[in-house]
């Protein structure tokens, strides 16, 4: 199911011995629009306060870019994301766990998402 409050408590309310299981699109959406998107946000009005127009414009359109699967960006983007990522930390550190976040669902045991995370 995706991460629908409602849907865990009717699932709990009326199956209490259900397990629930987040789907992988749904986390990956939630931790981009909840985490990524909050600190690209947060950095832009920093630096729009600041007057900083440098830092600032490497943030403007880069929202998607920052959403996609590494993997899936052509060498141009991949470039501009590097020089967003080298920039500001808390975004590389975000795109990290958001590349991990699939190796982590697809996991079977615990002790192997330890591994996955370091």
């Known amino acids: 199911m995706d991460q ?3 849907f865990a408590t009717c699932v709990n309310k ?7 299981v987040y789907d992988l699109f749904h986390m990956v959406y ?3 629009r909840l985490v990524i998107s909050a ?6 009005y920093e630096n729009k306060n600041k007057n900083d127009d440098n830092a ?3 943030l403007k359109r880069s929202r998607f870019l920052l959403l996609t699967k590494n993997s899936n960006l052509s060498e141009e983007k991949r470039i501009k994301l590097n020089d967003i990522l080298s920039f500001y930390h808390d975004l590389y550190a975000a795109n990290g766990l958001k590349e991990l976040l699939p190796e982590v669902f ?7 998402v330890r591994i996955s995370l370091g």
Request: aromatic letters at 14%; charged letters at 20%; a positive charge.
């Open 14 to 20: 009326y199956c209490p011995n259900a397990k629930v």
């Open 106 to 112: 697809h996991a079977h045991f615990k002790r192997r």
């Open 56 to 58: 600032y414009s490497l």
């Open 39 to 44: 600190i690209r946000l947060r950095l832009a």
């Open 30 to 32: 939630n931790f981009g």
């Open 4 to 6: 629908n409050a409602g």
